[in-house]
């Protein structure tokens, strides 16, 4: 785990007329004091093959209110 909630490295400038593309994958789930959390790995690409930028993202995608109500009522909280 990183030390902190979100790390991006720079890997390079985009420049002039380019197009750029994310790409990503959940990487992790799981569950802390109640909050459901989800861990994000993203690469931003130019013109599909230059990597600009390589992200890592933690995130609350359920905070513990509604996992809670969710837990309850059946309705789970996947992603």
Partial sequence: MAKSPSECVLRAFSRGSVTNSRRGTV?????????????LDALVVANGKTPLAHCWHIAI????????????????GSI
Avoid at 27 to 39: N, Q, S
Avoid at 61 to 76: I, L, M, N, V, W
């Fill in 61 to 76: 995608y359920q905070p513990r209110e509604q996992a809670k109500f969710d837990d309850r009522s059946g309705r789970g």
């Fill in 27 to 39: 990487i992790g789930k799981y569950e802390k004091k109640g909050h459901r959390f989800v861990e």
